[in-house]
């Protein structure tokens, strides 16, 4: 029997930021003072792999992990990447497995041990609601994230950037420890692709688990008419997204979507008729540019529960992002020079991204080029069929070589940033390669400044997420 979790809605959701950026320690203190804190599952096996060679310096992912239901798995995790004291200075971080439509037992193993780590740490010591965010893009890696995510008793799973009708079922299916045969996306393929996830190869669910509620992010009503129609993928609510938002947006609809200044152009077709998406009868929250007092009174207005808000909780000082970059950004608002530019071509999931622009980082155009490309993190890359049946992966900001001998076709893939690496340097866990050269961040934010002025006037040394809370509620 399943029971669904009781909770009252929360008014306030911190988005999910990856990579790393809303970590377990930003979403505990979040569910600690009444709104709903996300963790982001992006990446998050090379997160913890990398946290693990830095030493786990306060033992909180060796204490997470006694709890994880299987502990050959998690001795086997630590075998491989726990280096007591930490790694050396300059010396690289050992690469994980990537993640394939057929990935090995230890590959899927680790990113549910992963996911159950950064829930279970965010769920630790209040009863709050926690959440996870997941990318629909990263398909490959979903089913064991959810599973991760239900054994450390995850309230809310949340996924956009793709069209997520699987999910529902995906979460009803592992909340009864059934295997899962999701159907993959791949490219150029004359015959289907499924990933098999088999939760009995991991772990037993206790008998009577909770239904973690799901949130589709969604940037269109169609979307929403879409998935509530239907049983199998009906979600329990939607976060509506709107293009002032940080990290990806949807891609404009207008034909003529790119502006004079290089940045993608929205128009007033690119926002949701909210009243559309109410017609569905399910609770949503409203994301991009709400993060005001007036935001969340006018999403209430809107007939909105509340309001999903990211940038400001970025900058909160228990974010994942380094306390460098964190200075930067504030120095510039300060100085009222804070530049977000919409990129349409930066991502290599060929959505628009937003994009700081930062000294010292990726937005620099000559940084961007002096890096050499290489793809080793992988989470971007798709799978696609070769003329003998058998598969690939190819991302459009690998080499370029590797990329066209792979048959790529994007012509955005001159200038298509590494996010994973770049992401990872955000939160501190940046690669070194062997000549030296250290990965160089490259910061999103929301396009909409105006709670983030007006929050670094009334915390000029800057703020904690429980002022971010204060401040929406005031
Ligand atoms: C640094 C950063 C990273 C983000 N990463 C993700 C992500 O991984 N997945 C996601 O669904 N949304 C992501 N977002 C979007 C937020 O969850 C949220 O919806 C958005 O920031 C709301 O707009 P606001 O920044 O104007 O408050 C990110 C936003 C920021 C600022």
């Not at 990398?50 to 798995?73: C, E, T, V, W, Y």
């Not at 439509?101 to 740490?121: D, G, K, M, R, Y």
């Not at 950037?161 to 909340?175: F, N, Q, T, W, Y």
């Not at 155009?365 to 798709?382: I, Q």
């Amino acid at each position: 029997m399943l029971t669904e979790s009781p909770h009252i809605e929360p008014d306030i959701i911190q988005g999910g930021m990856g990579i790393a950026v809303s970590s377990w320690k930003l979403a505990r203190e979040v569910a600690t003072h009444g709104a709903l804190g996300v963790v982001s599952g992006t990446a998050i096996d090379s997160v913890i792999a990398r946290r693990l060679q830095d030493g786990d310096a306060d033992g909180s992912i060796r204490k997470a992990m006694r709890h994880f239901p299987n502990q050959q798995i998690v001795h086997e995790i630590l075998e491989m990447y726990f280096i007591e004291g930490g790694k050396a200075q300059g010396l690289p971080y050992t690469l994980l497995p990537k993640i394939t439509v057929a990935p090995t037992c230890f590959a899927t193993n680790l990113i549910v041990v992963s996911t159950f780590i950064e829930v279970w740490l965010a769920k630790e010591g209040h009863s709050g609601l926690v959440g996870i965010n997941a990318l629909q893009k990263i398909q490959m890696a979903i089913p064991a994230q959810i599973y991760g995510a239900i054994l450390a008793e995850v309230d809310y799973i949340l996924m956009g950037a793709g069209i997520p009708s699987e999910v529902p079922s995906i979460i009803r299916d592992l909340s009864q420890n059934k295997v899962i045969t999701l159907p993959i996306d791949v490219a150029s393929a004359k015959s289907k692709h499924f990933l098999k996830f088999d939760p009995h190869l991991i772990a037993s669910l206790p008998h009577s688990p909770r239904l973690p509620k799901f949130l589709a992010i969604i940037s269109s009503h169609a979307l929403a008419a879409y998935l509530s129609r239907d049983d199998t993928t009906r979600p329990d609510g939607f976060v509506v997204e709107g293009f002032n938002a940080g990290g990806h947006n949807a891609p404009p609809r207008s034909k003529d979507s790119m502006g004079e200044d290089g940045q993608s152009k929205f128009t007033d077709i690119d926002s949701a008729d909210l009243s559309k998406v109410a017609k569905t009868g399910l609770p949503f929250w409203l994301a991009g540019g709400y993060g005001t007092p007036l935001g969340l009174a006018e999403a209430k207005k809107l007939g909105a529960v509340g309001i999903q808000v990211g940038s400001l909780f970025a900058l909160a000082k228990e974010s994942g992002l380094t306390d460098e970059l964190r200075k930067k950004v504030t120095d510039l608002v300060v100085q009222d020079s804070m530049k977000v530019r919409t990129d349409p071509f930066a991502s290599p999931t060929g959505f628009p991204f937003k994009i700081v622009q930062l000294d010292g980082t990726l937005s620099e155009s000559e940084l961007f080029r002096e890096r050499n490309r290489l793809c080793d993190l992988g989470y971007l890359r798709v799978p696609f069929e070769r003329t003998n049946g058998s598969l690939g992966y190819r991302c459009p900001a690998e080499p370029l070589k590797t990329y066209t001998f792979k048959k790529g076709e994007s012509k955005n893939a001159p200038v298509a940033h590494c996010l994973c690496n770049a992401l990872m340097a955000d939160v501190g866990l940046g690669q070194t390669r062997p000549d030296g050269y250290k990965e160089l961040p490259m910061l999103t934010l929301g396009s909409d400044l105006a709670g983030i002025k007006a929050l670094s006037e009334l915390h000029v040394a800057g703020w904690n997420s429980r002022d971010v809370l204060d401040f929406l509620r005031s």
